[in-house]
């Protein structure tokens, strides 16, 4: 068993003080036992095409060296949230995870890309200005592997299947729905995702900020492999802990055995 905090942080158009708040939120994170924090997404940057290729750094900048000493300092697993990458003039949004020395163990860029125009709801084209990544990222901790995934990812059910097939206990969602998507959505999917593949999954959300560019729905939430809501915020700047019970997932496995009863053959 070991101990997860999602820190729901209300990020700032200038980095250095968007950094400030995330190492202020995951040493308390660390004080309060966790052994594994997670920022959200874009916690650096202002959810917009108009800011993405801006706010862009390479993979050996400023914000990733910072994540780096994030986790050294406060020992403890970073999964970096993400952040917008800059990389051979293509801009992506890519979370950085690293272990508890700062050593950088896994890359995920965001894969869908988050194109929508939802009738008297929100428009937002991310393939405007960001590219799409083609990796599916499970990491390997002292604890389990975990997969990792950005938002729209969880729309596509193939992917987190297919990271608990690669032996995922845990998921990972920095995500930042916007309050048409997330009030109908947020609460349903990632119950759905644990419960699919029988793992934890940790989504981990902006504060809502009315005044910025941006509105995320928040409600960070984890929920077990049974489906259930394990912790969850509302739409203010917390921090969300839960304690993750390996054996309960082996346990929830084989009391109803979904995985080894898929018929592949079927499928195909």
């Not at 200038?14 to 924090?37: F, L, N, T, W």
């Not at 950088?104 to 939802?118: P, Q």
């Not at 910025?212 to 049974?226: D, F």
């Not at 394990?230 to 802990?241: C, P, R």
Request: aromatic share 10%; charged share 25%.
């Amino acid at each position: 068993m070991f101990k997860i905090a999602l820190c729901q942080m209300m990020g700032s158009m200038d980095k250095e003080e968007s950094k400030e708040k995330a190492r202020a939120m995951v040493a308390e994170a660390a004080e309060k036992g966790a052994q594994m924090a997670v920022l959200p997404e874009m916690w650096n940057c202002p959810y917009s095409n108009d800011y993405f290729r801006d706010y862009a750094e390479p993979e050996d900048g400023p914000s990733v060296n910072f994540l780096s000493h994030l986790a050294k300092e406060n020992d403890l697993y970073l999964i970096g949230g993400s952040i917008s990458e800059l990389d051979d003039n293509k801009v992506y949004n890519t979370s950085f995870s690293f272990d508890r020395q700062g050593n950088l163990i896994g890359k995920h860029r965001k894969v869908h890309l988050f194109d929508i125009d939802v009738k008297d709801g929100i428009r937002f084209m991310e393939s405007d200005t960001l590219s799409p990544g083609d990796q599916c990222t499970v990491i390997d901790t002292e604890y389990c592997k975990i997969g990792v995934a950005i938002c729209y990812d969880v729309r596509f059910p193939e992917l987190s299947r297919k990271m608990a097939l690669m032996g995922a206990k845990l998921i990972v969602l920095p995500a930042a729905f916007n309050l048409t998507t997330g009030p109908a959505h947020w609460d349903l999917t990632m119950r759905a995702r644990a419960l699919d593949n029988q793992v934890y999954f940790a989504a981990a959300s902006p504060a809502r900020d009315m005044e910025g560019v941006y509105q995320a729905y928040g409600s960070s939430c984890i929920a077990t492999p049974w489906g259930e809501f394990l912790a969850k915020a509302d739409e203010k700047e917390t921090i969300v802990y839960g304690d993750i019970d390996l054996d309960y997932v082996e346990a929830i496995r084989q009391q109803l055995p979904l995985l080894k009863h898929r018929r592949e053959e079927i499928y195909k």
